[in-house]
């Protein structure tokens, strides 16, 4: 699986003003991938990756998968339910849908579904409402629900922004597990230095652009 940005560009209105976020942005990754982004608050990571997931469009410049083009539109949303795990900055969970019809909802399998919790330790929580779930719980409620569909590629900003250090060594151990046994390709926004230490490739975002160390 091929993901290519080139010279892509997006815009928000900010006060009548159009204001660019993202400033021709080339990348590129596969499933051999596993890359940490950083860079400071508001310089546009989860922007990028949500265009990545296929969740939000652009304006200028192409984005393709495998040659397809994506701009937010119904190839996306196929990609997002067969072969790309997402867990966005919110976790976009659903409150009063418990911990297992959360998971669920990615894919009807619920044997796969228990094997994720377990290994996530968050198992006795599966019958909880989300709402009623600490910030570290939900975070790994939808890190278990985008691993349901086992994607090709595994899209995560700021997964282990609110766990404890075990939870956080846990999921690393996991991640590295999928990117180097299961070929699964990884793109983490990430602030934690230990969590970007994993990863083949750092990329550094400053004010909508790329830059690149390997
Ligand atoms: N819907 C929107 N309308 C207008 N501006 C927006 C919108 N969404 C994001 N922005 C702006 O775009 C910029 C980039 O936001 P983004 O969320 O991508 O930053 P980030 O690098 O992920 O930051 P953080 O590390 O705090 O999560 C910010 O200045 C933000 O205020
Ligand atoms: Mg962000």
Redesign the pocket.
Known sequence: MQLCCNHLSKY?T?DKKRIP?LKDINFSMSERDFIAIQ?P???????LLNILCGLLPYEEGEYTIDGQLINNNSAADQLRAKSIGVVV?NYALLPYATVLENIMLAKKDKLRALELLKLLHIDPLMKMKVAKLSGGEKQRVAIARALMISPQILMMDEPTGALDSQSRDDLMTLLTDLHTNHHTGLFLVTHDHIVAQHATTIIHMKDGELSQNQ
Not at 41 to 47: D, L
Request: one cysteine or more.
């Open positions: 928000y900010r976020i860079g608050s508001g310089c546009g990571k989860s922007t900055q």
